[in-house]
């Protein structure tokens, strides 16, 4: 009996061993997971006055994406595998419908000074400390002469496209994958990721 | 007797070292062919092994200018002894305005010879690009972003590194999750290491994407942006190439001193050659003027 008793122990034991090892073991792959995404990690909002600046941003790009995609179904269809003469035509007339559609834009409809605030605060984090400094260099060793910021107007397809860094896309509001988030200087742009048309920039977004 | 005992003392290790370097010689060159006839001045460093996956690699091309324009008919010369049966473009496909006029000027004009050959070229976008290039029939991406090809052994995954979301991180991390492909190649504009002084190593892109390349056994990686080629001295495991040298260049560009570098050329444009058979891709960088610049063989270690 106490021998049985012994070996119930012995078995206990060993399935407590086990155990710790097995949550041990998960508990360091969850953290060699999380430091390995701890660049991609969204930033947590705690406060209220933010949450709601989301919110109104998201149902803003949201309201445009609709117009946007009953606009693009006036524009001539885009094949996948398309004719240079194709994508002209699709993007002249995508880009001159949503000027039309959007005839009373103005910069801040989707930039409310609210998310904007939101988006300088979450930049200058972002672009704080030495190991921030290439960073910088990615952002502002874009040439862009020629780029004019006007809404509903294109982006200038001479100009380069600034290269936005995974880590920065990671902290701002998520957008769609109709729009882009841009930085011309210390600008932020919203553009259409089709038409090349400036949906909306804020100024000095950037620290 | 004395003499001849000392003699041999020296000519012994001679005749055992002769041995080996040509062996370490063609290691890291390749068989070097020559043909004759119209195509005797073309070098072939690469072994032309039967059945094996050939490809051409070009970056940062689209200026329309006329050495892109003479880099290209270079490289259609090289399909008459290397018949390659793609070419991947490192994006830049189009500097400036892209009308239908400067699709013609910039890409399908100097590579005319190549499109009539039927070859089928592959693009990423580079910072130049417009995103409606994914919608280009002769770039092949199918009106996407970052996709996925499979040659062979021989799987190829085009990012976009101009916009890294998270959507793209999490494609490519299931993409190659469930990848059983003997080789795995990405391929995008931004190099995640450089020593060129223009642009460099993009340190927030590798932040991203090493760590997933490293975990899902990804072998190589090509990029262009950097107006130079460089091959980077292999890191974590992983051979790295910069190719941004098909229709501009930024010559002395290259940070002579860096630690990065295995080899390096900033003086003329330049195309690349690749060979894939089993557990072994040769490659071989050509310059405008014809010159070999680099070649050799990357074993396949990561499986």
Not at chain 1, 74 to 103: F, H, M, V
Not at chain 2, 118 to 143: C, E, I, P, R
Not at chain 2, 237 to 262: C, H, M, N, Q, W
Request: overall charge positive; proline content about 4%.
């Amino acid at each position: 009996m106490k021998h049985k008793i012994g070996n119930g122990k012995k078995s206990a034991c060993v399935l407590i061993v086990g155990s710790l090892v097995v949550i041990a073991f998960a508990v360091n792959s969850t953290n060699a997971q999380k430091t390995q995404n701890a660049a991609l990690a969204p930033p947590v909002i705690t406060s209220a006055a933010d949450k709601a600046a989301i919110q109104t941003f998201e149902s803003q790009v949201k309201a445009y994406v609709q117009l946007r995609n009953k606009v693009r179904e006036d524009a001539p269809k885009l094949p996948k595998k398309g004719t240079p003469e194709q994508i002209q035509a699709y993007r002249t007339a995508l880009e001159e419908s949503l000027r039309k559609a959007r005839g009373g834009a103005k910069r801040g409809d989707i930039f409310t000074p609210e998310i904007s605030d939101y988006i300088r605060r979450t930049l200058k984090n972002e672009f704080q400390g030495k190991d921030r400094k290439e960073l910088r260099e990615i952002v502002f060793e874009t040439e862009l002469q020629g780029v004019v910021l006007r809404v509903n107007y294109p982006y200038a397809q001479s100009a380069e496209l600034s290269e936005m860094p995974a880590t920065l896309l990671a902290k701002l509001p998520q957008s769609t994958k109709e729009l882009r988030y841009r930085f011309v200087g210390r600008y932020m742009l919203l553009v259409d990721r089709e038409s090349n048309v400036i949906v909306d920039f804020m100024p000095e977004a950037l620290p | 007797m004395k003499r001849l005992f000392k003699l041999n003392f020296l000519i012994v290790p001679l005749l055992i070292a002769s041995l080996f370097i040509p062996v370490a010689s063609q290691r890291l060159n390749g068989n070097s062919t020559s043909k004759s006839s119209a195509t005797s001045s073309l070098k072939l460093s690469l072994p032309l092994k039967d059945g094996s996956l050939r490809f051409a690699v070009i970056g940062d091309t689209g200026s329309g200018s006329s050495k892109q324009s003479q880099l290209g008919e270079l490289m259609f010369q090289y399909r008459s002894i290397f018949p390659y049966e793609f070419v991947l473009m490192m994006g830049d496909n189009l500097y400036g305005s892209e009308t239908p006029k400067d699709f013609e000027k910039k890409f399908s004009d100097p590579y005319k010879k190549i499109l009539d050959s039927k070859v089928k070229f592959y693009a990423t976008l580079g910072n130049h690009d417009l995103a409606l290039q994914v919608n280009y029939a002769n770039f092949n991406m199918n009106g996407k972003e970052y996709y996925r090809i499979k040659k062979g052994s021989v799987a190829f995954y085009s990012l976009n590194s101009n916009y890294m979301d998270q959507k793209q991180v999490k494609w490519l991390e299931d993409e190659l999750a469930k990848d059983t492909s003997d080789w795995k190649v990405c391929f995008f504009h931004h190099p995640p290491y450089s020593s060129a002084k223009k642009h460099g190593s993009d340190d927030q892109l590798r932040e991203v994407v090493e760590p997933i390349f490293i975990k899902y056994g990804v072998n190589v990686v090509l990029t262009g942006h950097d107006h130079v080629y460089e091959r980077i001295k292999p890191q974590k495991g992983i051979y790295y190439f910069v190719s941004g040298a098909g229709g501009k260049l930024r010559t002395g560009d290259i940070e002579s001193s860096s630690p990065l570098t295995e080899k390096s050329y900033d003086r003329d444009l330049h195309f690349m050659l690749f060979e894939v058979a089993g557990d072994q891709m040769y490659f071989q960088a050509i310059s405008r003027t014809g010159e070999t610049i680099d070649s050799g063989v990357i074993a396949r270690t990561r499986k």
